[in-house]
Every structure is written in structure tokens, then in C-alpha cells.
């Protein structure tokens, strides 16, 4: 079931964790990491992605209610949600829903279905 777009907003639901996206890690977040969750570092690989080498967190294959098989952040847990919260990477920290395509598109959709209920409603009273 889809959660509204709001609700991920409100009550950082985590929707975004349970995409494939890669979860890219800075040299800041690797500086924090040394010195305060070492054991993050071991959950960091490098991918070559065009012709620059960087490093993410590690994936881990989850099978969601669904039936489907993704892998996501090896840090997210679904009741949960984020493990590494308070030493989350710069890119999880900077992100919102209002950035992404996908969720832009779905408020959008919500506020034009709100929109037309209220227009619906107001008819009634005129």
C-alpha cells in the first residue's frame, strides 16, 4: 500500500530507504565514521560509476510482502527503520522527499485530488 506522500514527510517513514537507490558516503562521512561507529566503515565498498570510482554503504537483498526481492541499505530494518540514524551519511541527511521526481509527482497528485474535493464541496454550499 502507498503511504501518502505527507505521512513520509511528517513521520520520516523510510519509503525512500526501500528503494534500490545507492547510498553514496563522503569523506566527511567517512571522518565521522572513524571516529565515532568504526564498525560502519565495514559496510562501505567502492563502484565505478561512469569513470570515477565511489564509495556506498553495502545492499542487502530484502523479499517485501509483495513478493518482489530488492536490494536496499544494509542499514534499514522495517519497524526500525534507519540503524545508523544518528551517523547516517551526508546524502541520506540532505535528502527529502520534495527532492526526488517521484515523490514531487505524487504530491502534486495529492494536492490537485484536495483541490478538486474542495471544489466539490464548496459547490454544495453555493
Do not use: A
Amino acid at each position: 500500500m502507498e503511504r501518502d506522500i505527507i505521512d513520509c514527510i511528517k513521520y520520516n517513514c523510510g519509503k525512500c530507504c526501500e528503494r534500490e537507490w545507492d547510498v553514496y558516503v563522503s569523506e566527511k562521512d567517512i571522518k565521522m565514521w572513524e571516529k565515532s561507529r568504526p564498525d560502519i566503515l565495514k559496510e562501505v565498498v567502492t563502484k565505478k560509476v561512469g569513470n570515477r570510482t565511489k564509495k556506498l554503504l553495502k545492499k542487502k537483498p530484502v523479499k517485501f510482502p509483495d513478493g518482489t526481492e530488492r536490494k536496499i541499505c544494509i542499514f534499514y530494518d522495517f519497524e526500525k527503520k534507519c540503524l545508523i540514524h544518528e551517523f547516517k551519511p551526508e546524502v541520506c541527511k540532505k535528502f527529502t522527499c520534495l527532492k526526488h521526481p517521484l515523490f514531487i509527482f505524487q504530491l502534486f497528485k495529492q494536492i490537485s485530488e484536495l483541490i478538486e474535493d474542495l471544489n466539490l464541496n464548496t459547490k454544495k454550499y453555493i
